[in-house]
Each structure stands twice: as structure tokens, then as C-alpha cells.
């Protein structure tokens, strides 16, 4: 019997332990075949999760952010200790002591699923099972998934610490509003840092990582706050808040950014604009745009936040001012259906929708608003942003009576004498508000328009080109298309001081007399008659004369003498151009090119020659505070000097590449300061600091410019329609761009002063008339005496004139032709001299650099 009963517990145990290992085999046996070929986990110590990239201005306010997910990554030493503990008590208690999975939550989610026959399955993942399926695995719940990242996550805590997976977790989750991971996530719900929340905040946090959309802080706000609560109450048992701390927690109201109980982060940052998208522009060139988007660049950009403000206006004002002169009502395209304007609520929220520019500042905000209805003389509006009012928002009829509607058939209607002319019901307009200018007191709402003429306008320290300021149109929310950088258009006179500069460095001087007359050219298109912008010839005059007035036969006739490839390889080398074709008819400017290369070249005139590179960017960081790029390359002597006097100046040291002779430099910016103080431009720039500058202004006027510059601002705009066509009578550079650098040079030379241009060493003074070029005595004064500055050891060969081998009157001087290396002509005191080699590029001095 004794025998039998030990067979029979025998025979039990060997089954039992058959049945063991058989069990023991099986669970190896299925953790080996799911176990291959598995994903490395190791990759996870070197990543580096998608992060927004930030744009801030030099005074440190951030101006925008680029991103695929908004993730700002938070490293585990910087999130605080109440966060982890809220997310561990949320999703994994046993974190710090499981070894990547917890048995005991499987086995009671194994429970449940048997006891509810599959209708509730719990995940039962830890934080590490969660790291492995969000960044290795699929989301689903099919056994082979949770097998396969039970196994991955135990081979991640041999990999990895505690802490560097709990970092990984807190920066990876989604947590709803399109936020990912808790550093980005307490900015959008509450407008704080992670260091800046209380229990109650963190518990709300850590509710949300189950599912974002089911505990949304509005529509499920009582599930969320369950959800918190029952969060803090885990906080509670695990013991890192106390009891009085709880109860004061959970009684605290749910508040968030959602709910309108803080304000939204995105206020503080401006709307985007021409500057801020052009760096994205030219970083995703640079570094590709998926690491743009991704890679976490914190960006210092060169933005004078104070000028690009002005500059906007400037442009704004200058392209509203034209447009209303035009007299056309376009208004903005979009209507509101009829059966949409019943209610406030509902035309507030067709409003809302409608596609219209709304970062518009020019005297005031520009609203969108819809018209209600229409009176006999006046239309009723309602504005976005803006609180009806008992009497209603009106449209007066004097408001409206300097435009005229543009029927469908294309004509045009007569001016608009009251609302109803120009208006209808739905219609979704801009307005602003007009003001009193002796109190600011509020007149009337008046109707505004987008302009169709379009323009840019960019400024940069000629020194270190740091642009300071960049408007690529009227408005960035109407057309991205930035004018400053993109828009490839003819610069016209703009362009004629690098023939100057040619010719200067080809042995001319400011004083050199070149004939102004008619020309005939044989081109492939017929025959080419070039003239002047008066329609008259004024005969043998100074190159000062030349470019002061914008002689186009001059210069063409001094493009000749010099030789065009030699002005095209100029050209090139100040960047321009990339590759400039050798025709005459380019010394006029009718190759196209950008306004962003045009002011980057008169830089280079400004500073004496020295090649600058312009930029929107000062230094970017990485991810972790690494700086990868810095455009100032200069070295500073003396700044960390402890010997350095309190009010001294440090050295700094620049091997920049030198593109013009120094004194080449002079001579152009003081040829070019009379294009301001007597030319072109004199009837409209007018600021307290020497300035020097050039207009230009293309065939029929289809495109405008004017860049000027001071001591140590450069400053450049270009108006024109997107699809050239002539601007109208009147359209010149110094009627429509010159105004508006005028405004916004005056503010730039109040914030950054300016003063005498820099008299290089290596010549010398000599009076002459600017009307003949002979010389003057050394006491000579009147508005027809002007200094030239001349190169020392250099023959100003006063009396010499060129007609660039083309034919002239027989009232005009002639001179003979004696090489092809010169010209023999007789000078002012009787002799002869041969000067104005046909250079080419080879042969031209720049300071020794060609």
C-alpha cells in the first residue's frame, strides 16, 4: 500500500515536473522565435528625438518655431522630480524596481481579459514596454507585439539606466494639441515651464498619455479631472505628497491654457514673416530640411525686432499710397454665404474661416470684417476681434468714393459715391480703424486693401552683414513670396555704378569727361538707340556728372571704353551675378538679379571694399547648447583683456577679401553721395548724416529701385508687379522707392548714427567743376565746385574725353585714335597724353587681388 501510494505521488510529481519544464521549454521556446530578428534596442542610447527648432532676435524674444512634432526635448536631469512621479504613479509604480516588465500586472490584466472573456484588455506595459513599442514596435495588441516588446524591454534595461529610458518616455509621448513630450506639453496647456508646475498640473500631465483625445481639458473636462485626481491619489499611497498636500491638490480647480484660464504661449509669438521664413529657407538648404525641422537649432538671427517693424511700414505705406492712387477696388476675393450672417455666432465663425490676411499693421490693425448689410449711403459691418456696439460698425459713404469697382466683364465702373457702389452683402473686407492724430480718438472704420503692386525692402551693417531688417511684400499671410530675395528683376540704373567702379579701376577718375550724345548699335533684334531718360544729350560731361544724373549714353559709351566682360567679371566678383552675360545693353541693368545680391554688393562699396557676406543668422546651437555655425569670423583682441581702458575701443581683426581698390571705394561712394545730395535721388532723401545712393528705374517703369547707404547701413528697395508691367507716369526710383528708404533710414540713423565716409590713404583733394571737369583753385566754392579725390602718383588728365568709339556730332570734340591700347588726346595746358585702355579683366588692378 505504502508502495503504491509513493508510486502514485511519483508518478504526480514527474508529471508536475515534466509539465514544468515542458512549460519552461514552451515560453523559451516562443521567446526564442519571437526574439529574433527583433529591432536593435541599442540604437536607443544614441537618439535623438524630433525637437522644434526656435528663432530668436538678438535681445533673446523668441519670433518662431519650425517643427514636425512640437517637442522641446528635456534632458532627465532637468525634469523635475514631481513630474517623473506623477508619470510613474500614472503608468508604472513598480518602474524602479521591475526588470522591464511587471509579472504581477500581467498576470492580473491575464485575469481580467479571462474573467470578461476578452472584453476588457488592459495593456499591463510598463514605461519601458511603452519606450519599446513607441519607438520599435506597432501599436496594436496582438500577442506576437506585447511578446516582442516584453523581450525588447528587458534587454533595454541591461542597455540602459533607469533614467535615461524614463527620459526617453517623457520626451517621446504624444500628450494631445499637438505636443509631444511634457516639457512642449506644459507650455500648451498651461503656459509654463516643467519647474513652474504644481502636483495638480503634474497629475493632469500624466493623465493624459492613455488616450489625449478622450481627456480633452474642454470637451471631457470632468474625465479629466477623474483622471487627475485618481493620479494624485496614486502620488498619495506611493508617498510622494503628503496628505495635506493632496487634499489641497485635488480640490484644486482643472485650469489650462484650453479653457481660458491661462494665456496661450502663442500670443507672445509674433505671426510669421519674410525674415523669419527665409531663414527656414536657406537653413533647409543648408543643413536639408528634415534636421531643419527635427534637430532642436536654437537660431540667433540678426533681426533688428525695432526696424523690421519700420521697414514693413515703410514699404507698406509707400505700395498703399500708389494703390489707392490707381483707384481700383479689389477687395479680397471671399464671401460669406447670406444664410451665414443671421447671428452673430455664425458670421463670427464663417469670419474666422475666411483666408485673408491678418498681419497687417499700417496706422493701426488692420480686421478682418464682413458686411451685414447695406444702407442707402453706408454699410453695415461686423469685425473680427472687435464687440458689436448698440449703434453697429459702418462703412461711411465718404469712405469709399476714391476707388472705383472693377465690373465682371473687366471694365471699369465710375467712382463709388456711396457703400453700395463698391460693396455687397457677404463681402469680406479690411478694415482699420482712423484715429484723430491730435488725441488718437477713434473718427471711423475705413475700408483698406491689399496692394497689387508688390515690392521688398531689406537693410544690413556694412561691416559685418547682419541683416537687420527684410520685407518681402505687403504682406506675408497674403504671399509668401518673398520680393527681397526671390524676385529675380532687372535693377536698370542701379547697376550702373559697377561700370564706374570698372572704369575707375581702369585708370579713369571722377573727373574723367566722357561724351554724353546719341548712339545707333546694330543688334540681332535691329537697330539699338539707346537714349536718356530727358530724351536730351548734353554733350562732353564728368563721370561725377554721369552718374549723378543717371546718364544711360555715358555709361554706355564708358561700358565700351571699358570693355563688358571686364564690368561682367566686376559684377560677378561682388556677387551679383553669378555668371553675367557681356552685352552692352547690361550696363543699364537689364539683366535680372535680386534685390538681396544688389544690397550686399553697395555694402561692399560702403565699407571700403571689403567683401561681406550677408546674413540672416548670428549663431546657431544644437540640441544641447553646441554652437554648429557662426558668421562672425573676426577676431577680437582685446575684449577679454583685463587691460582694456573702460572707455576703449578693443581691436578687432578682420582678414576679409578685399573686391575694390579703397580708394576705388572713395571715389564711387562720393560720385554717389552727389546722387543724393544734387542727383537723382536729391528731391527726396534728405537725412541728418552723409548718405550716398543710386535709383534706378527699368524700361517704361516697369520695375523701381533705389539703394543707399550711410557710414555704416545699407538699405535697398525694389518695387514692381509680380508680372511686370509699366508702374504709369510719375514711377521712378527716387518717386517710389525713395521714399520709403528716406522712412526708414531716419528711425535707423537716430537708433544707429552714422557719419563721415572714410577717406582712405594713398591720394589727395583737387577742386574742379563738376559741370566742365577742368580744376579749380584750392579756394575755389560754389555749388559748381566739388572735391575729387585722386590717387597718389596718378595723372588726373584733366580735358581728356571718350566717346567709347561710337560716332558723334560734328559739334562735339573729336580726338584721335592712336592704339588699340589708348587714346591720344590734348589735355587742358596744351599737350597730349594717351590714356583709356580697353582693359580686360586680367589687366584691371582691384588692390592687387585680380
Same mark, same amino acid.
Given at each position: ?8 505521488f ?5 508529471l ?14 516562443v ?31 523668441? @519670433? ?18 514631481l ?9 508604472d ?21 479571462v ?11 510598463? @514605461? ?21 516588446e ?7 534595461e ?15 509621448i504624444?500628450?494631445g494639441?499637438?505636443s ?25 500631465l500624466?493623465s ?32 510622494? /505628497? ?8 485635488v ?5 489650462s491654457?484650453q ?8 500670443t ?16 533647409a538648404?543648408?543643413f536639408?530640411?528634415?534636421e ?15 526696424m523690421?517693424?519700420?521697414?514693413? *511700414? ?14 481700383i ?14 447671428s452673430?455666432d ?7 474661416? *475666411?483666408d485673408?490676411?491678418?498681419?497687417i499693421?499700417?496706422?493701426?490693425e488692420?480686421?478682418p ?11 453695415r459691418?461686423?469685425?473680427e476681434?472687435?464687440?458689436?456696439d448698440?449703434?453697429?460698425?459702418? /462703412?461711411?459713404a ?10 465682371s466683364?473687366g ?17 469680406? #473686407? ?19 486693401q491689399v ?29 509668401v ?11 536698370g540704373?542701379?547697376?550702373?555704378p559697377? =561700370? ?31 537714349r ?11 563721370l ?23 564690368v561682367a ?6 556677387g ?22 544688389? #544690397? ?19 549663431? @546657431? ?26 572707455n ?10 578685399? #573686391? ?7 571715389? %564711387? ?5 552727389? =546722387? ?17 545712393g ?22 535697398g ?9 509699366? %508702374? ?96 591720344? =588726346? ?17 589687366? =584691371? ?6
Amino acid at each position: 500500500m505504502i508502495r503504491f501510494i509513493l508510486s502514485f505521488f511519483g508518478a504526480i510529481f514527474t508529471l508536475l515536473t515534466l509539465g514544468v519544464a515542458l512549460i519552461a521549454l514552451s515560453i523559451g521556446a516562443v521567446f526564442w522565435v519571437y526574439g529574433r530578428d527583433l529591432p536593435s534596442h541599442e540604437s536607443l542610447a544614441q537618439y535623438k528625438p524630433p525637437t522644434i527648432s526656435r528663432i530668436y532676435s538678438g535681445e533673446g524674444h523668441l @519670433i518662431d518655431e519650425f517643427s514636425q512634432e512640437r517637442r522641446l526635448f528635456a534632458p532627465a536631469d532637468e525634469i523635475p522630480d514631481l513630474i517623473k512621479q506623477a508619470f510613474i504613479s500614472a503608468e508604472d509604480k513598480n518602474f524602479y524596481s521591475h526588470k522591464g516588465y511587471d509579472t504581477r500586472g500581467i498576470a492580473a490584466a491575464a485575469i481580467e481579459a479571462v474573467q470578461t472573456r476578452g472584453e476588457t484588455v488592459r495593456g499591463a506595459s510598463t @514605461i519601458t514596454q511603452q519606450v519599446m513599442k513607441n519607438f520599435l514596435l506597432s501599436g496594436d495588441r496582438r500577442i506576437e507585439r506585447k511578446t516582442k516588446e516584453i523581450i525588447l524591454a528587458a534587454r533595454l534595461e541591461e542597455t540602459l539606466d533607469k533614467e535615461k529610458i524614463l527620459e526617453l518616455y517623457l520626451n517621446e509621448i504624444y500628450l494631445g494639441q499637438n505636443s509631444y513630450g511634457v516639457a512642449a506639453a506644459s507650455q500648451t496647456y498651461f503656459n509654463k515651464t516643467l519647474a513652474e508646475l504644481a502636483p495638480h498640473e503634474a497629475a493632469f500631465l500624466a493623465s493624459l498619455p492613455k488616450a489625449p483625445s478622450d481627456y480633452h481639458p474642454v470637451r471631457r473636462k470632468d474625465r479629466l479631472l477623474a483622471r487627475r485626481n485618481f493620479v494624485l491619489k496614486e502620488m498619495y499611497e506611493n508617498g510622494y /505628497i503628503d496628505q495635506a498636500s493632496y487634499q489641497a491638490e485635488v480640490n484644486a480647480p482643472l485650469r489650462s491654457v484650453q479653457n481660458g484660464d491661462f494665456e496661450s504661449f502663442r500670443t507672445a509669438l509674433p505671426p510669421r514673416d519674410y525674415f523669419t521664413e527665409e531663414i527656414r529657407r536657406q537653413l533647409a538648404e543648408d543643413f536639408g530640411e528634415g534636421e531643419f525641422f527635427t534637430g532642436g537649432f536654437t537660431v540667433r538671427a540678426t533681426i533688428d525686432e525695432e526696424m523690421q517693424e519700420v521697414a514693413a *511700414a515703410a514699404l507698406r505705406a509707400e505700395l498703399e499710397q500708389y494703390d489707392r492712387g490707381i483707384g481700383i477696388w479689389r477687395g479680397t476675393g471671399e464671401k460669406i454665404a447670406a444664410d451665414q450672417l443671421g447671428s452673430e455666432d455664425t458670421w463670427r465663425a464663417a469670419l474666422s474661416d *475666411a483666408d485673408v490676411p491678418r498681419d497687417i499693421t499700417l496706422n493701426g490693425e488692420w480686421h478682418p470684417a464682413v458686411v451685414l448689410s447695406i444702407g442707402e449711403q453706408n454699410a453695415r459691418i461686423g469685425i473680427e476681434g472687435v464687440d458689436e456696439d448698440a449703434d453697429g460698425h459702418w /462703412i461711411e459713404a465718404k469712405d469709399v468714393q476714391w476707388a472705383r469697382k472693377r465690373r465682371s466683364d473687366g471694365s471699369l465702373a465710375s467712382k463709388a459715391k456711396v457703400a453700395g457702389d463698391l460693396l455687397e452683402v457677404g463681402d469680406v #473686407v479690411l478694415v482699420r480703424a482712423m484715429t484723430s492724430d491730435e488725441d488718437g480718438s477713434f473718427i471711423r472704420w475705413t475700408l483698406r486693401q491689399v496692394s497689387e503692386v508688390q515690392g521688398g525692402f531689406m537693410a544690413m551693417d556694412v561691416n559685418t552683414g547682419r541683416v537687420l531688417a527684410m520685407q518681402g511684400g505687403f504682406s506675408y499671410q497674403d504671399s509668401v513670396f518673398n520680393r527681397a530675395t526671390q524676385a529675380q528683376r532687372q535693377p536698370g540704373s542701379s547697376f550702373k555704378p559697377f =561700370v564706374y567702379a570698372a572704369a575707375l579701376d581702369s585708370g579713369y577718375s571722377p573727373a574723367t569727361i566722357v561724351v554724353d550724345a546719341p548712339i545707333e548699335i546694330n543688334t540681332p533684334q535691329g537697330l539699338w538707340r539707346p537714349r536718356n531718360s530727358t530724351n536730351k544729350f548734353y554733350g562732353p560731361t564728368p563721370l561725377r556728372t554721369g552718374i549723378e544724373q543717371s546718364r544711360n549714353l555715358m555709361t554706355i559709351r564708358l561700358a565700351q571704353e571699358v570693355g563688358m566682360p571686364v564690368v561682367a567679371k566686376y559684377a560677378e566678383r561682388f556677387g551679383v551675378y553669378d555668371d553675367m552675360g557681356p552685352y552692352l545693353a547690361n550696363s543699364l541693368g537689364s539683366e535680372e538679379t535680386t534685390l538681396y545680391k544688389m #544690397v550686399a554688393a553697395y555694402a561692399m562699396f560702403a565699407n571700403g571694399g571689403e567683401r561681406v557676406e550677408p546674413t540672416l543668422v548670428d549663431r @546657431i546651437q544644437d540640441r544641447y547648447g553646441e554652437t554648429i555655425y557662426r558668421h562672425d569670423k573676426r577676431q577680437c583682441l582685446d575684449c577679454n583683456s583685463p587691460a582694456l581702458a573702460a572707455n576703449a575701443t578693443p581691436r578687432i581683426v578682420s582678414d576679409r577679401e578685399r #573686391v575694390m581698390d579703397a580708394i576705388t571705394a572713395y571715389q %564711387l561712394t562720393s560720385m554717389m553721395k552727389g =546722387v543724393v545730395d544734387r542727383g537723382t535721388a536729391s528731391g527726396v532723401v534728405n537725412l541728418p548724416v552723409p548718405t550716398a545712393g543710386k535709383t534706378g528705374t527699368t524700361n517704361d517703369a516697369r520695375d523701381v529701385w533705389f539703394i543707399g547707404f550711410t557710414s555704416n547701413i545699407v538699405a535697398g528697395c525694389y518695387i514692381g508687379h509680380d508680372r511686370p508691367r509699366p %508702374l504709369g507716369r510719375g514711377a521712378y526710383g527716387s518717386s517710389l522707392c525713395g521714399p520709403v528708404f528716406q522712412s526708414f533710414m531716419t528711425k535707423a540713423t537716430e537708433k544707429y548714427g552714422g557719419g563721415p565716409f572714410d577717406v582712405p590713404p594713398g591720394g589727395y583733394f583737387i577742386k574742379i567743376d563738376r559741370f566742365t571737369g577742368a580744376r579749380l583753385p584750392d579756394d575755389a566754392s560754389g555749388n559748381y565746385v566739388v572735391a575729387e579725390y585722386f590717387r597718389d602718383g596718378q595723372d588726373p588728365g584733366f580735358g581728356l574725353t571718350y566717346d567709347g568709339g561710337f560716332a558723334m556730332g560734328s559739334n562735339l570734340p573729336l580726338f584721335e585714335e592712336v592704339s588699340s591700347g589708348g587714346r591720344q =588726346v590734348q589735355t587742358s595746358t596744351g599737350g597730349t597724353a594717351v590714356v583709356g585702355p580697353k582693359a580686360n579683366f586680367g589687366t =584691371v588692378s582691384s588692390g592687387g587681388l585680380y
